[in-house]
């Protein structure tokens, strides 16, 4: 392995301490390799914030295939967001990890390069089990996986995203609340998915779930590994059929459902600590598609009319959207600014035919109105649609990665970089630079257990 020593920090107080803090980075290729190694690279451009300090824009030449960075902080005690980028006649480079807080970590990080506008397929990291259709979730520098297609044992583990390692928990994983405890190891929890309810806590939606008291869920937590895994009870129904989504601030939302064939009308909200509120759609939903919009929800289909409504917070019953007749829309995903508008996209109608038309949403803070939107050209199914972005991934034998964008009085369904493989049912997640990781999902033929490293044309600046 061909590493780099990037950054080794003496922290600001460290004139009063002999033993300063050291905090290491190492800059790789997806192979894990030298990225500029046999490269005509002439310059290291640094920038860093920590807290709310002003950004520090640094430069390092770049010789013989090497570069050596000091770099002082602050204090290593407030979040810590970095920009990196490798340039040269020919060569560009860029990369963000994830905000960190120095004095959290092993002092230890490892940042993957890749051009702007395209992924970096990483070769050195790989999940513990192949995985498709399965929950992946951020919390601080990590990232929850969880379930899937492919029947294993490995049913949950975790990515280190600030090290680029990924790995099973090592406490057994069980519900202890009921009188014989049972383990995730004994369960097959299949296609799953998970949103956060808080920084810490997130909730998990298996396909099945086998537990006393009707509890259909279960809370994990990324903090405390003596309260890992809780069960949640939700509304009857809750399940495959259910959207969920995370809001910001007030915890994940579990939405409609099917009961013995029959659509649902009733949500719950996952609160901090596993608080259940029980919420009433305005009509029954099967397979609905939802969006957080600030702290409403928009919640659109589900039955045969596809009508939309809106969950305010603070309400505990739907509002209708008028002016919306869709038709039937299977599987669409809905992508939302998360203020006041969102974009209805891809499904399949009652023949099973993938739909190219969309639906628009534009000011839903007070109320919302609806009308067709853009045609969406390279409309296909089991995209990954990561939490809190605008991003739209993969896909059924897709390799694309798309944005919705909004100008003033438009929206459309742009291009932006391809990933190396096709990636149906996907898992990832949108860091706060706008680069992203991509995980597992199927290239049309079995699960994949890989990641890919993702930098858009542009970074989000410091």
Known sequence: MVSLVLVSVCVGACKDDPSPFIFEAIVVDGENANPVAGTDATTLRIGIREGGRPA??????????????????????????????????????????????????AGLMRVVTTAPGSCARIAFDFMEAPRASFGMVQSDTFALLVGGTEPTQEQV???????????????????????????????????????????SQILVLPRILV??????????????????????????????????????????????????????????LVESGGAVTSLQLSEARSGPAATPLG???????????????????????????????????EAAVLVGDGQARALLIGGTDGTGTIRQDTVRFDDCIQGCVATPGPTWTTA???????????????GTDSRLVEEVRWSASA????????????????????????????????????????????????????
């Not at 570069?67 to 290593?76: G, H």
């Not at 296909?380 to 993969?394: F, K």
């Open 411 to 462: 929206v459309e369904i742009a291009s932006l970089l391809e990933l190396n493989t096709p990636r149906a049912a996907a898992g990832g997640i949108v860091l706060e630079s706008g680069a992203f990781i991509v995980g597992g999902g199927a290239d049309g033929g079995s699960a994949q257990q890989d990641f890919e490293f993702c930098a858009p044309e542009r970074l989000t600046p410091l």
């Open 380 to 394: 296909r199914l089991e995209v990954l649609q990561p939490a809190r972005s605008i991003l739209v991934v993969g």
């Open 157 to 199: 583990e975790f990515l280190d995203v600030l090290e680029w390692e990924s790995q099973l928990f090592q406490e057994d994983l069980c519900f202890e609340e009921f009188e014989e405890p049972k383990c995730l190891s004994e369960l097959n929890l299949g296609p799953t998915r998970a949103a956060s309810i808080d920084d």
């Open 295 to 329: 702290s409403d929800v928009l919640v659109v289909g589900g039955d045969l009319v596809g009508t939309a409504e809106i969950l305010r917070a603070g309400s505990s019953t739907g509002e209708p959207v008028a002016s919306l007749s869709d038709g039937i829309r």
């Open 211 to 268: 537990l006393p008291n009707d509890a259909s869920a279960f809370i994990f937590n990324m903090d405390d590994p003596r309260k890992r895994i809780r069960s949640v009870v939700l509304h009857a129904g809750a399940g495959p059929r259910s959207a969920l989504v995370s809001i910001p601030g007030a915890g994940a939302m579990v939405i409609g459902g099917e009961l013995g064939g029959e659509p649902q009308a009733a949500a719950s």
């Open 56 to 105: 520090q824009e640094l430069e390092y030449p770049v010789t013989d295939g090497g570069f050596d960075a000091f770099l002082s902080f602050e204090s290593f005690v407030d979040p810590t967001r970095i920009r990196l980028a490798i340039e040269g006649p020919t060569i560009d480079l860029v990369t963000a990890p994830p905000s960190f807080v120095p004095v959290l970590t």
